[in-house]
């Protein structure tokens, strides 16, 4: 996060988002301002979830250019056992 020139801080407020079939979703606090993670499941799906990563980070890519509200694509990281 630091790379990516947010806001500094402790990581509180950490809460698992229910609703997720495969993936985890954590909600989580930084330096005044709320932000998802969103990981694949562990590790059986590796591949697949970072198909599913790099797909997502694509339609919010495009949503960007079309003007069209949706949640900032921060960053990824493609899981190395894939």
Request: aromatic share 4%.
């Amino acid at each position: 996060m630091d790379e990516q020139g947010l806001p500094t801080g402790e990581i509180g407020s950490v809460d698992r988002i229910a609703g997720g079939t495969q993936n985890v979703l954590l909600r989580f606090a930084r330096g005044g301002r709320e932000y998802v993670l969103r990981r694949g499941p562990q590790p059986s799906a590796a591949r697949l979830s970072n198909d599913v990563m790099r797909r997502e980070e694509r339609v919010l890519g495009g949503a960007r250019r079309l003007g069209v509200p949706h949640p900032r694509f921060i960053a990824g990281l493609l899981r190395r056992d894939a």
